[in-house]
T-cell receptor, first 114, second 114 residues
Framework: ETGVTQTPRHLVMGMTNKKSLKCEQH?????MYWYKQSAKKPLELMFV???????ENNSVPSRFSPECPNSSHLFLHLHTLQPEDSALYLC?????????????FGSGTRLTVV | AQKITQTQPGMFVQEKEAVTLDCTYD???????LFWYKQPSSGEMIFLIY??????QNATEGRYSLNFQKARKSANLVISASQLGDSAMYFC???????????FGAGTRLFVKA
């Protein structure tokens, strides 16, 4: 049982749909992250939240909208996506953003945009 | 700019033998951390081991050890006594203690043969 839970595990959506990815952790961590993992590419950091405040937006298109209502929950709202957005979206958490802490990752949401 | 390089796309190892996965890095940050993660086919990234740039000794965690050669900017992962369950993707990652984002290498896929 992972400490970080992501739902749904799989998602197929049309380009005009609106959907949301959910991430939840009860590890007492204060930093949460969204990463995108595409085939044959290194993991790409999308967003960083530290104590509910967004501290990093890695030039992510506005069709991806993150939300962090508290330190335990992180959402990624999706709208008008493109087929190239199909990827594995991984959520992670760590005690703090600064300092050298290993991340705890969720199992990811496999997103397919059709 | 920070960079992580993993030059081995795939590696084969016989069960019960040791294997070394290569990782080189580049950074101008004097203080940084190096990490290795394992990603089985299930998708979840699992944190394996951490090495701080000022640590004098190589990190070890069970069957995992990190061969840290600072002057050569390498941080190779050594897995001893390989098991079939070690078959997975392995990612090297780096983060500066100042808080710059964690960057990942392209990964090495390890196949353990029975």
């Amino acid at each position: 049982e992972t400490g970080v839970t992501q739902t749904p595990r799989h998602l197929v959506m049309g380009m005009t749909n609106k959907k949301s990815l959910k991430c939840e952790q009860h590890l007492g961590h204060n930093a949460m992250y969204w990463y995108k993992q595409s085939a044959k590419k290194p993991l790409e950091l999308m967003f960083v939240y530290n104590f509910k405040e967004q501290t990093e937006n890695n030039s992510v298109p506005s069709r991806f909208s993150p939300e962090c209502p508290n330190s335990s929950h992180l959402f990624l709202h999706l709208h008008t996506l493109q087929p190239e957005d199909s990827a594995l979206y991984l959520c992670a958490s760590s005690p703090f953003d600064r300092g050298n802490y290993g991340y705890t990752f969720g199992s990811g949401t496999r997103l397919t945009v059709v | 700019a920070q960079k992580i390089t993993q030059t081995q796309p795939g590696m084969f190892v016989q069960e019960k033998e040791a294997v070394t996965l290569d990782c080189t890095y580049d950074t101008s940050d004097p203080s940084y951390g190096l990490f290795w993660y394992k990603q089985p086919s299930s998708g979840e990234m699992i944190f394996l081991i951490y090495q701080g740039s000022y640590d004098q000794q190589n990190a070890t965690e069970g069957r995992y050890s990190l061969n840290f050669q600072k002057a050569r900017k390498s941080a190779n992962l050594v897995i001893s006594a390989s098991q079939l369950g070690d078959s997975a993707m392995y990612f090297c990652a780096m983060k500066g203690t100042g808080g710059f984002k964690t960057i990942f290498g392209a990964g090495t896929r390890l196949f353990v043969k029975a």
